[in-house]
C-alpha cells in the first residue's frame, strides 16, 4: 500500500510527458477549415458497421447502458449472450467466458479496447464505466485483427465525445449496503477545431457480505476514477485525440465462503487475516488520424501503468495458516498503425501493424504462520519420519516464516495484419491473415529458511536455507487466418465463417512458493538421512514454470435481420469450435497452497445465439438468448481423466429480457416516465472438471423507473427484486471447498442534471 501511495506523486510528473494540450493561438492567427462532419463512435479496424458484417457481435449504447444500469464490465454478464463475466473475489479476478472460451488466471480470453487502446493486463479489465457512448461486444475469435488473446472475442468500448457532445452531467445515487455514486462530466467545444471533456466518478459501499470473525464488512469497496481527453482538428486532413484516464480501487474482497457439497450450504464469510485488493491504474492513449481522398491511416500510441496489491488469507478460515501478498508493478507500451480506402467500394481491405513491450515486477510471498507450519508440514514429515522412528519427531523452532519470491517479467511482440473483403453482386468474400511474434521471460528468485530440530538426535535447532533461481524465456509464432463468406437477401445479411484463434503461452507464477516449500523439506529429510516418502510434487521448476499457447478453430454460420420496417432486429448464429492445447488451472493434489496453468485439454463446445430487438412509439424490447455445450475430449490434469465430462465455469444457458416504456406526462416540459423490467439467467454451471458440483439455472429481476423532465431526472432502481440465492463461484483450497455467494436484493435512487 505505501509503495502504491508512493507511485502518485511519481505518476503526475509522469503525467505531463503523455497528456498533450495544445496552445490556443489568437483568433486572429487562427486558419480557418472547412470541417467535414465529426464521427461519434468510431472503430479504427472497422470500415462498415457490424450488421454488414460476417461475425456475431451485440452493440450497447448509452441509452441502454444507462437504463440496465451497466455501470461496469461485470454488470454486461447476461446483457450478451453466451457472454459471463463473473462477479467473485476482487477486481482483478472476475473471468470472462464467451461461448465456453475462458480463463481463471494468467492470460486473458478475450480482448479488451476502450477509445482504440487494448488493454493488456487482465486485471485492469474490470474498471468503473464513465460517460461511455457504446460498448461492442464481438464473439468468436477476433485474431486477425486483434490478435493475442482474443480467442473468446473482444469487448471495444468508446467514451463520450467531447467533438459531438457538449454540456455538463451531474449525477448522484444512493443504495442499500451504504452505496455511493457521485459522477460529474463536462464536455466543452471552445473552437471548431478544439474540444475537451473532464470526467470524474466515485463510488463506495460496505457491500453485502460481514466476516463473521470480526464483524467487519468483507466486500466493502471505494473506486474511483477520472479523465481527461483532448480532440483537436489539426487540418482538414487530420485530428488527434489524446485521452488520459486514471482509476483507483480499495476493496476488502475475496468474500469466500466454506461450502458443504452433500447440503449444498454455505457457511458465513470467517477468516482472520485481511482479504484486500489495491489497484492504481494509468494509461494515456494519443490516436492521430488522416482522412484523404484515398486512404485513412491512424495511428495509436499508449502507455499504460498499475500498480496493485493483493493480501489474501489463503486458507479463508479463522486459523493462521498461511498468507499471501502479491505486489505487481507494470509498466507497458503500445503502438498500432491502421490503414484502409477512403471510400467504400467493391474491393474493402484493412493492413495494419502493431507493437507492444510490457515489464512486470512483482514480489509474492507467502507467509506460514503456526496451524500451516503444523498441519501442512510438520504433519507431513513427522508421519514419514515416524514410520522408521516411532518415538521421534521434526520441530521447527519458528511460529513463522516466509517463503519468498521475486518475478521479473519482460515480453515484447509485433505483428502484421490484413483483411480484405471482395463484393460480386450480392456476395461477399472475405479474407484475412495476421502474423504474430511474441517473446517473454522469466527471472525468479525464491527463497526461505527454518530453524530445526531432529528430537531424537539433536539437543539445540540447526538453521537450514533453500535458494531457487529460475530463468526462462518462450517464443511464439502464429499465423491466424479467416475467411468468411455473406450473402445479402431482401430482408438482411447471411453468412458462414472460420477462424483461427490463440490464446499466447506464458509462466506459472503460483506454483513457485509449493515447489521451493517442497526443496526445502527434501532438503531437510536428506539433512537428517530420512527419505520422506510421498513427498516429490508430480511437478517441478523445469516441468511446471511455463505452459504453451491455445489454440482454437471457431466455424459459424449466422445472419443479421431487419423485420417490419427495420423495427424488428434479429441476429442469429451457431457454431461449432475446436480448443486444442487447452490452459486450465489444475490444483496439485493434497493440502497445496498453490496453483498451475497446464495444457491438459482439448475441448469440442457447439451452441448457438439468438438476440431480437423491436422498437415501436414508446415501445421498447430486446431479448437475448446463449446455449453453449461444451466437452472435454481429452483432459489429463496427472491425477484424474476426465475426458467426456462438462468443461466447466462457462454457463449452459444464458438469457436476459428487457422491456421499456415511455410515458409523456408534460409536453410543455417535456416531462416523460420511462419503466424498464428485465429478467437475466444462467445456468447450468458445472464448478469442476468431475461435474460432481454446479450452480443450477437462475434468474434475476431487475426493475427501473425515472422521471425526466428538461434537464432533470430521478428515479429508483432495483436488482434481484426476488432475492433469488445463487454462487458465483466455487474453488477447493487445501482440501476444502468454498463459494462465493451472489449479491441480494439491491435497491437504490438516483438524481441527474444535465447543464
Not at 194 to 213: E, M, P, R, Y
Not at 222 to 230: A, C, D, F, P
Not at 677 to 693: C, M, P, Q, R
Amino acid at each position: 500500500m505505501k509503495k502504491i501511495k508512493k507511485q502518485l506523486a511519481e505518476w503526475i510528473c509522469y503525467a505531463r510527458y503523455f497528456i498533450f494540450i495544445p496552445p490556443l493561438s489568437p483568433a486572429d492567427t487562427v486558419p480557418v477549415y472547412e470541417l467535414p462532419p465529426v464521427t461519434v463512435v468510431a472503430s479504427l479496424k472497422q470500415a462498415v458497421v457490424y450488421a454488414e458484417q460476417p461475425l456475431s457481435f451485440t452493440s450497447i449504447d448509452r441509452e441502454d447502458l444507462e437504463a440496465s444500469r451497466i455501470a461496469e464490465p461485470k454488470n454486461l454478464s447476461l446483457n450478451v449472450p453466451n457472454f459471463l463475466h463473473a462477479d467473485y473475489g476482487a477486481r482483478m479476478t472476475g473471468s470472462i467466458y464467451i461461448r465456453g472460451i475462458g480463463s481463471r488466471m494468467e492470460q486473458p480470453a478475450a480482448g479488451l479496447y476502450v477509445d482504440n487502446v487494448p488493454v493488456l493486463n487482465k486485471n485492469n479489465f474490470d474498471f468503473d464505466y464513465l460517460d461511455i457512448e457504446r460498448i461492442d461486444v464481438l464473439r468468436g475469435p477476433q485474431g486477425t485483427l486483434y490478435g493475442r488473446n482474443a480467442v473468446g472475442g473482444v469487448m471495444d468500448v468508446h467514451t463520450l465525445s467531447p467533438a459531438a457532445y457538449q454540456g455538463t452531467r451531474l449525477q448522484a445515487g444512493y443504495g442499500n449496503g451504504n452505496a455511493w455514486k457521485l459522477q460529474a462530466s463536462t464536455y466543452q467545444k471552445p473552437t471548431e477545431r478544439f474540444a475537451f471533456s473532464v470526467a470524474l466518478k466515485h463510488s463506495s459501499g460496505d457491500g453485502f457480505q460481514t466476516n463473521s470473525f470480526d464483524g467487519s464488512p468483507a466486500d466493502r469497496f471505494l473506486n474511483e476514477s477520472g479523465r481527461v481527453k483532448i480532440q483537436l482538428r489539426l487540418s482538414p486532413e487530420w485530428k488527434m485525440e489524446n485521452s488520459l484516464s486514471a482509476g483507483f480501487v480499495k476493496q476488502a474482497g475475496f468474500a469466500y465462503s466454506l461450502y458443504d457439497e452433500e447440503t449444498k450450504q454455505a457457511m458465513p464469510v470467517n477468516h482472520n487475516d485481511p482479504c484486500t485488493y489495491v489497484r492504481l491504474g494509468l494509461t494515456d492513449g494519443l490516436t492521430f488520424q488522416y482522412a484523404g481522398n484515398v486512404v485513412r491511416f491512424s495511428s495509436t500510441t499508449s502507455y499504460q501503468r498499475t500498480d496493485d496489491e493483493m493480501v489474501l488469507d489463503q486458507d479463508f478460515r479463522p486459523v493462521s495458516m498461511f498468507t499471501l501478498s502479491q505486489a505487481q508493478r507494470e509498466n507497458a507500451f503500445t503502438q498500432e498503425f491502421v490503414v484502409r480506402p477512403a471510400q467504400k467500394k467493391k474491393w474493402q481491405w484493412i493492413s495494419g501493424a502493431f507493437g507492444f513491450y510490457r515489464h512486470v515486477d512483482m514480489e509474492a510471498p507467502v507467509m506460514f504462520k503456526k496451524d500451516g507450519i503444523d498441519e501442512l508440514i510438520l504433519a507431513n514429515a513427522n508421519a514419514g519420519i515416524q514410520a522408521v522412528f516411532p518415538e521421534a519427531a521434526l520441530l521447527i523452532k519458528e511460529t513463522r516464516f516466509p517463503v519468498e519470491s521475486y518475478f521479473d517479467l519482460p515480453a515484447y511482440g509485433f505483428s502484421l495484419y490484413h483483411q480484405s473483403t471482395f463484393v460480386a453482386g450480392r456476395w461477399e468474400f472475405t479474407g484475412g491473415m495476421r502474423a504474430d511474434f511474441e517473446h517473454a521471460a522469466i527471472a525468479y528468485a525464491g527463497s526461505t529458511a527454518i530453524s530445526y530440530r531432529f528430537s531424537m538426535t539433536m539437543p539445540d535447532y540447526k538453521p537450514l536455507s533453500v535458494a531457487m533461481p529460475v530463468r526462462r524465456h518462450d517464443s511464439f509464432f502464429e499465423i491466424l487466418p479467416k475467411v468468411a463468406v455473406a450473402y445479402q437477401t431482401g430482408i438482411g445479411k447471411l453468412y458462414a465463417s472460420a477462424a483461427r484463434g490463440y490464446k499466447t503461452g506464458g509462466f506459472n507464477t503460483q506454483i513457485f512458493s509449493d515447489i521451493l516449500q517442497n526443496r526445502m523439506m527434501n532438503a531437510l529429510m536428506s539433512d537428517l538421512g530420512v527419505y520422506l516418502n510421498g513427498s516429490e510434487p508430480p511437478y517441478n521448476a523445469e516441468t511446471a514454470v511455463s505452459y504453451a499457447p491455445e489454440y482454437i478453430w471457431n466455424h459459424e454460420a449466422g445472419g443479421h435481420f431487419k423485420l417490419l420496417g427495420e423495427q424488428l432486429s434479429v441476429d442469429a448464429a451457431v457454431f461449432y469450435i475446436d480448443c486444442r492445447n487447452q490452459q486450465l488451472t489444475v490444483f496439485p493434489p493434497g493440502k497445496t497452497t498453490g496453483r498451475l496453468m497446464s495444457n491438459a485439454g482439448h475441448t469440442q463446445i457447439f451452441g448457438g445465439e439468438l438476440s431480437a430487438g423491436y422498437r415501436y412509439k414508446n415501445i421498447r424490447f430486446k431479448g437475448n438468448y446463449g446455449y453453449t455445450h461444451a466437452t472435454f475430449l481429452r483432459y489429463s490434469s496427472g491425477n484424474e481423466d476426465y475426458a467426456g465430462n462438462r468443461a466447466p465455469y462457462a454457463p449452459t444457458n444464458t438469457l436476459s429480457l428487457h422491456g421499456g416504456y415511455k410515458w409523456d406526462v408534460s409536453r410543455k416540459r417535456a416531462g416523460s416516465i420511462l419503466l424498464d423490467v428485465s429478467l437475466h439467467g444462467a445456468g447450468k454451471i458445472y464448478w469442476s472438471e468431475s461435474n460432481t458440483v454446479y450452480q443450477p439455472f437462475y434468474g434475476l429481476l431487475n426493475a427501473d423507473i425515472t422521471f425526466q423532465t428538461g434537464s432533470f431526472g430521478c428515479g429508483l432502481w432495483a436488482k434481484n427484486l426476488t432475492g433469488t440465492d445463487y454462487n458465483t463461484f466455487y474453488f477447493k483450497s487445501v482440501g476444502r471447498s468454498f463459494v462465493q455467494q451472489g449479491k441480494p436484493v439491491q435497491l437504490g435512487a438516483f438524481i441527474s442534471l444535465i447543464l
